[in-house]
T-cell receptor, first 111, second 112 residues
Framework: DTAVSQTPKYLVTQMGNDKSIKCEQNLGHDTMYWYKQDSKKFLKIMFSYNNKELIINETVPNRFSPKSPDKAHLNLHINSLELGDSAVYFC??????????FGPGTRLTVT | TQLLEQSPQFLSIQEGENLTVYCNSSSVFSSLQWYRQEPGEGPVLLVTVVTGGEVKKLKRLTFQFGDARKDSSLHITAAQPGDTGLYLCVGGKDGTASKLTFGTGTRLQVTL
């Protein structure tokens, strides 16, 4: 069984559109995260939720809004997509904050 | 987010060779993790080291945490094509994931 899953794997959309990425973990972890990996492969944390409560909100445009309906799910909604939003977005979960379990990633391309 | 400096950035070697990847910082970390990321996949946790001077082995991979807990190294013996990927070190400080410091990454290619 997949530990951390994300959908979709690939997302191609036009500027100005709104899109969502879904994430689910079956590890029973309390904390989930969203990361952005740019073209140079730098990973940057965006958000973190612990038991459905937002605990980390890094400097991210407010066009990005995470939502956690329960502790096994953390979705990412992006409004008014821009070219610079193109990247690979990873969901992750952890029980111990420094040991992260990553999903397979969603490659977002904004044209 | 601060970065941990990894060297080398790129490494292309032949099967059977040995290699070492370095991860350096001026900051002290309470823990350090190494991840491997294969193309099209998410990073996978390889090891966590928490004690200065600690050495951990995972088959042909040897991880060491510096005595001062500011740096780490990953040594691979007799590299195989399956070792190909992006290696990331991540430093953690007591607190939350917002204190995680990500490495700049080392891209390793092992050819036959």
């Amino acid at each position: 069984d997949t530990a951390v899953s994300q959908t979709p794997k690939y997302l191609v959309t036009q500027m100005g559109n709104d899109k969502s990425i879904k994430c689910e973990q079956n590890l029973g972890h309390d904390t989930m995260y969203w990361y952005k990996q740019d073209s140079k492969k730098f990973l940057k944390i965006m958000f973190s939720y612990n038991n459905k409560e937002l605990i980390i909100n890094e400097t991210v445009p407010n066009r990005f809004s995470p939502k956690s309906p329960d502790k096994a799910h953390l979705n990412l909604h992006i409004n008014s997509l821009e070219l610079g939003d193109s990247a690979v977005y990873f969901c992750a979960s952890s029980q111990v904050f420094y040991e992260q379990y990553f999903g397979p990633g969603t490659r977002l391309t904004v044209t | 987010t601060q970065l941990l400096e990894q060297s080398p950035q790129f490494l292309s070697i032949q099967e059977g060779e040995n290699l070492t990847v370095y991860c350096n910082s001026s900051s002290v970390f309470s823990s350090l993790q190494w991840y491997r990321q294969e193309p099209g996949e998410g990073p996978v946790l390889l090891v966590t080291v928490v004690t200065g001077g600690e050495v951990k082995k995972l088959k042909r991979l040897t991880f060491q945490f510096g005595d001062a807990r500011k740096d780490s190294s990953l040594h691979i013996t007799a590299a195989q094509p399956g070792d190909t990927g992006l290696y990331l070190c991540v430093g953690g400080k007591d607190g939350t994931a917002s204190k995680l410091t990500f490495g700049t990454g080392t891209r390793l290619q092992v050819t036959l």
